[in-house]
């Protein structure tokens, strides 16, 4: 018998107290109920899912363990679909699976599928090929050329750094040059934890990278309309703002950051504001809102077109477009792209009438990045802008949240506070997602982000990108200098705010390399947070919360080695970390302090009081645990007597050297020479337990071993490097 319409069946007290029991008792059936209730997030796990089967893939060193692990996927999906019997547990953990296994099964063939060969050793080249692609950075005196090369003994694709004062400014992509350069293969870690550019170079089809050496012949071509327009409008916006100011004005529009000085970029960096410089969510959102607002007041102008046409509609057609414009115009790089196509999901649900933001967009939006650019899981760009997008969503999606914040009958003064309370409770929660992520990747974060944001996000929005489209738009008539002075000083604004949080007393926190368990656990944690409604949400802080322990419990390396065996980075009795060859590079001592967890100068090894050096060696004592541990290290290219050498290593627990040292050395406990740093790559290592980090591990990842190309040795006399010669 049907029940009456508008009401629901009824039913008995007596089955209702019988369900609530057999909940209790029956783990499974509790399982069921509660995935009833959170039935509208279920969806949201899909990104993760397909995103954990591709993290599974790098993780993974060998083929035979990514076969094992597609297959116990689908082995899972079918054992769920055969015993679960219907219910939501069953076809969540079958979707979930078949996801995963999609995932990793996506980026293998991702991987296979740009492969190309890679440089297989340094080398002094003549090239004369076409230019892809041109990045300017005038802040360091460079341009950086993509070259598609056409010898076979060179890989397909290099990247060359040239003095931008050998480049006319007429070059643009398809141009033909001809130059002598030092080519390097990509470079893997330098030591554990660090930056690998092997990994990234080989998804973007990188061989190898180098320095141009001597004159420069161009062979000039008609470079594209979006080239030429990004050029121009770069050159442009120099012209009318100078210096570092002007590098924050370019990246804006174009893209191109690279007026930007090393010391402004590490400042906004330390303050939480480098992603303002990324063209990317924020940048996208703006020019698609303000397209919108001034599209509608346009067409609402015009009776006609308001009755014929749904102008929400028209505005959305016409943002969308100008998004499109404004990604190809700024380059259509990756985090651009991804930011594309979230807005045009978004714009797709205004159109349909539906909420505009909600997880259930974020979710397509980064299931549509993840098929596409499956290695974009693996980048700290990927992940930090979809935490903090998901992080932004999911605090104002809660009803405590909302109820808090919401329109209302008020005063204006109510009305400013409560904005300035949501801003400000924002960006504590955006710092608190990212924190972990920053520290993962960067072994720094800045914990004064969240109040730099709350000024620089409004200024950067409502005054700097509206003041640079209306200035560009009044430079056709001659009329743009005074707004071009208004957006001048608000960039010198933001530029003094980033240097002043950046120089605050404990601006930074900074950790050692970062276990990945500690990492994955508080990812976990967090999305459990995030994705689900009900109360059990907060079951995430557990796997949170045990991850930064995990993190901060991290111990910090007591002696680090570069992969080449030429710097070494020693921790002092007093817990400074110093290092072997006090002229290393800039870069060389910004890795090495990263990875020791240190925000600071790293001191000499030479000043150290439990340490004698000379012009060829340095020795140090370490103490750790009770023990006392020697170690010995090689800083010069100059031959040491095989007497001496042996007698060092016989009285050391450690030995590290940049060459091959004699078979009869071996020290009480490690040997670090050429040879076995080639096998294990950069290593780490806690004296306290022992325990070695390395970078080289076995494993399948074609960028690991992939196939080589060697050019000659020497250049052949009379000949000139050129195709077919």
Same mark, same amino acid.
Request: aromatic fraction near 6%.
């Given at each position: 018998?049907?029940?009456?319409?508008?009401?629901?069946?009824?039913?008995?007290?007596?089955?209702?107290?019988?369900?609530?029991?057999?909940?209790?008792?029956?783990?499974?059936?509790?399982?069921?109920?509660?995935? &009833?209730?959170?039935?509208?997030?279920?969806?949201?796990?899909?990104?993760?899912?397909? !995103?954990?089967?591709?993290?599974?893939?790098?993780?993974? $060193?060998?083929?035979?363990?990514?076969?094992?692990?597609?297959?116990?996927?689908?082995?899972?999906?079918?054992?769920?679909?055969?015993?679960?019997?219907?219910?939501?547990?069953?076809?969540?953990?079958?979707?979930?699976? =078949?996801?995963?296994?999609?995932?990793? #099964?996506?980026?293998?063939?991702?991987?296979?599928?740009?492969?190309?060969?890679?440089?297989?050793?340094?080398?002094?080249?003549?090239?004369?090929?076409?230019?892809?692609?041109?990045?300017?950075?005038?802040?360091?005196?460079?341009?950086?050329?993509?070259?598609?090369?056409?010898?076979?003994?060179?890989?397909?694709?290099?990247?060359?750094?040239?003095?931008?004062?050998?480049?006319?400014?007429?070059?643009?992509?398809?141009?033909?040059?001809?130059?002598?350069?030092?080519?390097?293969?990509?470079?893997? $870690?330098?030591?554990?934890?660090?930056?690998?550019?092997?990994?990234?170079?080989?998804?973007?089809?990188?061989?190898?990278?180098?320095?141009?050496?001597?004159?420069?012949?161009?062979?000039?071509?008609?470079?594209?309309?979006?080239?030429?327009?990004?050029?121009?409008?770069?050159?442009?916006?120099?012209?009318?703002? @100078?210096?570092?100011?002007?590098?924050?004005?370019?990246?804006?529009?174009?893209?191109?950051?690279?007026?930007?000085?090393?010391?402004?970029?590490?400042?906004?960096?330390?303050?939480?504001?480098?992603?303002?410089?990324?063209?990317?969510?924020?940048?996208?959102?703006?020019?698609?809102?303000?397209?919108?607002?001034?599209?509608?007041?346009?067409?609402?102008?015009?009776? %006609?077109?308001?009755?014929?046409?749904?102008?929400?509609?028209?505005?959305?057609?016409?943002?969308?477009?100008?998004?499109?414009?404004?990604?190809?115009?700024?380059?259509?790089?990756?985090?651009?792209?991804?930011?594309?196509?979230?807005?045009?999901?978004?714009?797709?649900?205004?159109?349909?009438?539906?909420?505009?933001?909600?997880?259930?967009? %974020?979710?397509?939006?980064?299931?549509?990045?993840?098929?596409?650019? $499956?290695?974009?899981?693996?980048?700290?760009?990927?992940?930090?802008?979809?935490?903090?997008?998901?992080?932004?969503?999911?605090?104002?999606?809660?009803?405590?949240?909302?109820?808090?914040?919401?329109?209302?009958? @008020?005063?204006?003064?109510?009305?400013?506070?409560?904005?300035?309370? #949501?801003?400000?409770?924002?960006?504590?929660?955006?710092?608190?997602?990212?924190?972990?992520?920053?520290?993962?990747?960067?072994?720094?974060?800045?914990?004064?982000?969240?109040?730099?944001?709350?000024?620089?996000?409004?200024?950067?929005?409502?005054?700097?990108?509206?003041?640079?489209? =209306?200035?560009?738009?009044?430079?056709?008539?001659?009329?743009?200098?005074?707004?071009?002075?208004?957006? &001048?000083?608000?960039?010198?604004?933001?530029?003094?705010?980033?240097?002043?949080?950046?120089?605050?007393?404990?601006?930074?926190?900074?950790?050692?390399?970062?276990?990945?368990?500690?990492?994955?656990?508080?990812?976990?944690? !967090?999305?459990?947070?995030?994705?689900?409604?009900?109360?059990?949400?907060?079951?995430?802080?557990?796997?949170?919360?045990?991850?930064?322990?995990?993190?901060?419990?991290?111990?910090?390396?007591?002696?680090?080695?570069?992969?080449?065996?030429?710097? %070494?980075?020693?921790?002092?009795?007093?817990?400074?970390?110093?290092?072997?060859?006090?002229?290393?590079?800039?870069?060389?001592?910004?890795?090495? #302090?990263?990875?020791?967890?240190?925000?600071? @100068?790293?001191?000499?090894?030479?000043?150290?009081?439990?340490?004698?050096?000379?012009?060829?060696?340095?020795?140090?004592?370490?103490?750790?645990?009770?023990?006392?541990?020697?170690?010995?290290?090689?800083?010069?290219?100059?031959?040491?007597?095989?007497?001496?050498?042996?007698?060092?290593?016989?009285?050391?627990?450690?030995?590290?050297?940049?060459?091959?040292?004699?078979?009869?050395?071996?020290?009480?406990?490690?040997?670090?020479?050429?040879?076995?740093?080639?096998?294990?790559?950069?290593?780490?290592?806690?004296?306290?337990?022992?325990?070695?980090?390395?970078?080289?591990?076995?494993?399948?990842?074609?960028?690991?071993?992939?196939?080589?190309?060697?050019?000659?040795?020497?250049?052949? $006399?009379?000949?000139?490097?050129?195709?077919?010669?």
């Amino acid at each position: 018998m049907a029940s009456r319409p508008g009401r629901a069946p009824s039913t008995h007290p007596g089955t209702l107290q019988i369900g609530a029991w057999a909940a209790a008792f029956n783990p499974l059936l509790w399982i069921e109920h509660w995935l &009833e209730r959170e039935r509208d997030q279920l969806a949201l796990w899909l990104p993760v899912a397909l !995103g954990g089967g591709m993290a599974a893939w790098l993780m993974l $060193p060998a083929r035979g363990q990514w076969i094992a692990f597609i297959l116990g996927c689908l082995a899972l999906a079918a054992a769920a679909l055969a015993t679960g019997r219907g219910g939501r547990l069953a076809r969540s953990i079958a979707v979930g699976a =078949l996801a995963a296994a999609l995932g990793c #099964s996506l980026i293998w063939w991702r991987a296979d599928r740009v492969a190309a060969p890679v440089l297989a050793r340094p080398a002094v080249v003549d090239l004369a090929a076409p230019v892809e692609r041109i990045e300017r950075l005038p802040a360091r005196g460079i341009v950086r050329l993509t070259l598609a090369t056409e010898r076979s003994d060179l890989p397909p694709r290099v990247r060359v750094n040239v003095d931008a004062a050998k480049l006319r400014a007429g070059i643009g992509a398809g141009s033909r040059v001809m130059l002598k350069a030092r080519l390097m293969p990509p470079a893997a $870690p330098a030591v554990p934890g660090a930056y690998d550019f092997a990994r990234v170079a080989w998804f973007s089809g990188l061989g190898a990278t180098g320095t141009a050496l001597g004159p420069i012949t161009i062979e000039p071509t008609r470079a594209t309309s979006g080239e030429r327009m990004r050029d121009r409008l770069t050159r442009h916006i120099h012209g009318r703002v @100078e210096g570092s100011a002007g590098g924050i004005a370019a990246a804006l529009v174009t893209g191109d950051r690279g007026a930007i000085t090393p010391e402004d970029d590490e400042a906004l960096r330390r303050a939480g504001l480098a992603h303002l410089l990324s063209v990317s969510g924020l940048h996208v959102t703006a020019v698609v809102g303000a397209t919108m607002l001034v599209a509608l007041r346009l067409l609402a102008l015009f009776p %006609v077109l308001a009755i014929r046409f749904r102008l929400p509609l028209v505005a959305a057609l016409i943002a969308a477009g100008v998004a499109g414009f404004y990604t190809w115009l700024t380059g259509a790089e990756v985090p651009t792209v991804r930011s594309l196509v979230a807005a045009l999901i978004v714009l797709a649900a205004l159109a349909l009438g539906r909420e505009a933001i909600t997880l259930r967009l %974020v979710a397509a939006g980064a299931l549509v990045v993840l098929v596409l650019w $499956p290695e974009s899981i693996a980048s700290a760009s990927f992940q930090l802008s979809f935490a903090a997008v998901t992080a932004i969503v999911a605090l104002h999606e809660s009803p405590v949240v909302h109820s808090w914040f919401a329109p209302r009958e @008020e005063g204006r003064q109510w009305r400013l506070l409560r904005g300035l309370g #949501s801003l400000l409770l924002t960006g504590l929660v955006i710092e608190l997602v990212l924190m972990p992520i920053g520290l993962f990747h960067f072994h720094k974060a800045g914990l004064y982000g969240s109040l730099a944001n709350l000024v620089a996000i409004p200024l950067t929005t409502f005054v700097v990108m509206p003041a640079e489209a =209306l200035a560009l738009l009044l430079d056709a008539v001659g009329l743009g200098a005074p707004i071009w002075w208004v957006a &001048e000083v608000a960039l010198k604004g933001l530029l003094w705010l980033s240097n002043a949080v950046a120089g605050a007393p404990g601006s930074v926190a900074a950790l050692p390399t970062m276990p990945v368990a500690a990492f994955a656990l508080m990812v976990a944690g !967090g999305l459990w947070i995030a994705l689900w409604r009900t109360r059990w949400r907060w079951l995430g802080t557990l796997p949170f919360a045990t991850g930064a322990i995990m993190a901060v419990a991290a111990p910090a390396p007591d002696l680090i080695v570069t992969g080449d065996g030429r710097h %070494v980075e020693i921790r002092g009795r007093d817990g400074s970390m110093r290092v072997l060859r006090e002229r290393a590079g800039e870069y060389v001592r910004g890795m090495l #302090s990263e990875a020791a967890g240190i925000d600071g @100068e790293l001191g000499a090894i030479d000043d150290a009081d439990d340490a004698r050096c000379s012009r060829d060696v340095c020795t140090a004592t370490l103490g750790a645990g009770g023990r006392r541990w020697r170690v010995a290290a090689t800083r010069s290219g100059d031959l040491i007597p095989i007497g001496a050498m042996l007698r060092l290593c016989r009285t050391s627990d450690i030995v590290v050297s940049d060459r091959r040292l004699p078979r009869g050395c071996e020290p009480r406990w490690l040997r670090l020479d050429r040879p076995k740093l080639a096998k294990t790559g950069g290593v780490s290592i806690d004296l306290d337990s022992a325990r070695v980090a390395r970078v080289a591990w076995p494993g399948d990842q074609p960028w690991l071993s992939p196939v080589r190309v060697a050019p000659p040795r020497l250049p052949q $006399p009379g000949r000139s490097g050129r195709p077919g010669e």
